[in-house]
């Protein structure tokens, strides 16, 4: 307990220190020599590979429940030289540095909207995209720090190294300075994660454009933009990017948020162009080029009718999906299958094909690729592992957040997918369209935001797929996934007392459906 508390001090006397304005030095690698072993006791209980949220989480429930634990943590720069320390993507180039940035967008928005609330503010509001990136990577370097605190108090060894199998059993790491290391376990778990993709036919694109991996640590701002992709990532950074005032154009292939509803994706990706996201819909890119000047040239075509464009841009992001970082862990060596893209084939609770070495996060084929998801996976699988527990993770009804402009919150099924499991005729679909009051004094625009509940059409109506459109999508929705998860029906929803006035009381009041063709909008109280 003592250790624990010390290690919360730690990390709160950096935060403060950071947010005073104070210059973030990395650890040295002698304040963890404690935990360096031996090449004669490299025998553990648990390797894992990869020092991601799904990795960290399990490793570290191994070590409280007594096991020998290490944790190796390689970062392969990106195509444009960016790397990051250890806590995998989500903390360092994905939904943490995604959020603030998103937040900073709104943040300008909230200013624009604060002349209409009575404040008095100068006309000349700018935006420094220097100031963000320092704030931003600060914070990611101090959680960089409590990641290795909580390892170190916790007795699992860190080890900064690429891994690869030898066989079953035993993990040959490379470390950075080139010395390599044999480690043997009895279970081994990967939890690498991806990168992003680069388009393979597209001369160019891994020379001079940046992916995410690049954009939250971007030393200079980035002008005029093109976001390449329909992704969750390419909408929102295209969101953000646009919120600050840059210039900012979308390419995309064909639909957005494929996966997603996707009447919802519609709504979002037109309230975005109504916000300054300008849309290249049904083209692809075709080269890129650097110019004298260093502008990036593009030129992209329509496949379907032939037409072709091309434009200048100071950066090119390319946001069109990722791909597992398993290439170079050798699995074959340890008889571990993938399929053709590099995801490794698992079973339900995790194992992969070969019975000691099991597999987390976005590594793993058709899996939610979620951060919590995979902390979630991580925790039950160690506690199976070594505590006797049967209790497996649940892959159903997942609740996620697309943080657009105006953000999209769902949980369990789209109405496309309802249709296609239950049938059109079996399904009732309640919906409303309303106005945050936030919005009203500002005199924005029509009624933006939009609630659907997907629900079995007989018997009290159980809500199989719920949807939210609107400020907060987040903070909403995670209750509402709560009792989804709990059997939610629509008699229960429609009898449950909203709060008000809040955006949330609206999924409460649902009550016109789509098949009666009643207008949805919300009037009043």
């Not at 031996?38 to 096991?67: H, M, P, Q």
């Not at 980035?222 to 005032?245: D, N, R, W």
Request: neutral net charge; glycine residues 10%.
């Amino acid at each position: 307990m003592m250790s624990s508390i010390l290690s919360l001090r730690r990390v709160r006397i950096i935060h403060r220190h950071l947010r005073s304005g104070g210059v973030f030095f990395q650890p040295s690698q002698k304040a963890f020599r404690p935990l360096t072993s031996s090449s004669t006791d490299n025998n553990y209980d648990l390797v894992v590979i990869g020092g991601g949220s799904g990795g960290l989480a399990c490793s570290k429930e191994a070590a409280s429940l007594g096991k020998k634990v290490a944790v190796l943590d390689f970062v392969a720069p990106s195509p444009q030289g960016s790397t990051w320390g250890i806590g995998g993507t989500c903390v360092n180039v994905g939904c943490i540095p995604k959020k603030l940035m998103h937040h900073a967008s709104l943040l300008g928005d909230g200013i624009k909207d604060a002349k209409k609330y009575g404040w008095q503010l100068s006309d000349q509001m700018t935006f420094d995209w220097g100031n963000l990136v320092t704030g931003v990577q600060n914070y990611i370097k101090s959680l960089n720090w409590g990641y290795r605190v909580q390892l170190h108090d916790k007795s699992v060894r860190y080890i900064p190294g690429m891994a690869s199998f030898v066989d079953r059993h035993t993990i040959k790491a490379v470390l950075k300075s080139g010395k390599e290391e044999l480690l043997t376990s009895e279970k081994v778990v990967i939890a690498v994660g991806g990168r992003p993709r680069f388009p393979s036919d597209v001369p160019g694109a891994k020379e001079y454009c940046i992916t995410s991996d690049d954009l939250f640590s971007l030393q200079k701002p980035p002008g005029k933009t093109l976001v390449i992709g329909a992704s969750y990532v390419a909408l929102e950074c295209a969101g953000f990017l646009a919120g600050f005032g840059y210039n900012t154009s979308l390419m995309m292939r064909s639909i957005p948020l494929r996966g997603f509803d996707q009447q919802m994706a519609s709504l979002v990706t037109e309230y975005m162009s109504r916000h300054g996201t300008r849309f290249i819909n049904q083209c692809v890119p075709v080269s890129v080029d650097k110019r004298p000047d260093g502008k990036l040239h593009v030129q992209w075509t329509n496949p379907s009718s032939g037409e072709r464009g091309e434009e200048e841009f100071d950066t090119v992001l390319m946001a069109i999906g990722r791909d597992p970082s398993t290439a170079a862990l050798e699995l074959d060596k340890a008889g571990v299958q993938v399929d053709k893209s590099g995801f490794i084939i698992g079973m339900e609770n995790e194992q992969t094909s070969a019975k000691n070495i099991y597999a987390l996060g976005d590594v793993l084929q058709d899996r939610p690729e979620l951060t919590p998801v995979a902390i979630m996976a991580g925790k039950l699988l160690a506690r199976r592992l070594f505590a006797g527990s049967t209790i497996q993770m649940d892959y159903d009804n997942i609740a996620t957040t697309v943080f657009t402009p105006l953000e999209y919150s769902t949980v369990g099924l789209s109405e496309e997918d309802a249709i296609r499991q239950y049938g059109e005729e079996n399904l009732e679909v309640y919906h409303a369209f309303y106005k945050p009051l936030e919005f009203r004094v500002t005199e924005r625009e029509e009624d933006v935001g939009y609630i659907k509940a997907v629900c079995l059409r007989e018997g009290e109506q159980s809500v199989i797929g719920l949807h939210y459109l609107g400020p907060n999508a987040g903070e909403v929705m995670q209750g509402f996934a709560v009792a989804i998860r709990c059997g939610l029906t629509m008699r229960m929803l429609s009898s449950t007392v909203g709060i008000h006035p809040t955006c949330a009381e609206e999924v409460v009041k649902l009550h016109i459906t789509k098949r009666s063709g009643e207008d949805p909008t919300v009037t009043g109280c």
